[in-house]
Nanobody, 128 residues
Framework: QVQLVESGGGLVQPGGSLRLSCAAS????????IGWFRQAPGKEREGVSC????????YYADSVKGRFTISRDNAKNTVYLQINSLKPEDTAVYYC?????????????????????WGQGTQVTVSS
């Protein structure tokens, strides 16, 4: 079965850290650009980070630069998102997704519409 499964979310205090995982099954994750997105209650889904497969280039939203790090372990067929210095505004459901289309190996503009396979999401709550 082709799917993505996120894990690692939870409740954390401001300033804390989490490592989110995105495990793929049914396909080789290393062939594709993989993005992380998040959606807070009442807000639109926004891109957080993306990693290309072609050259390993990484991309981040301005709001998370310097705090979030995306990486991949092709041997484990998994992409990770290390999130540090968490803020209450980081509270959201975090999703990973696989890029679609002919340039599916490259993040490009990495907007949500360019990603066709999504995981179920993992909740991150930042609160004291």
């Amino acid at each position: 079965q082709v799917q993505l499964v996120e894990s690692g979310g939870g409740l954390v205090q401001p300033g804390g850290s989490l490592r989110l995982s995105c495990a793929a099954s049914g396909f080789t994750l290393g062939y594709y650009a993989i993005g992380w997105f998040r959606q807070a209650p009442g807000k639109e889904r926004e891109g957080v980070s993306c990693i290309s497969s072609s050259d390993g280039s990484t991309y981040y939203a301005d709001s998370v630069k310097g705090r979030f790090t995306i990486s991949r372990d092709n041997a484990k067929n998994t992409v990770y998102l290390q999130i540090n210095s968490l803020k209450p505004e980081d509270t959201a459901v975090y999703y990973c997704a696989k890029k679609s289309g002919s340039d599916n190996y490259y993040c490009g503009s990495w907007t949500a519409i360019d990603f066709g396979l999504w995981g179920q999401g993992t909740q991150v709550t930042v609160s004291s």
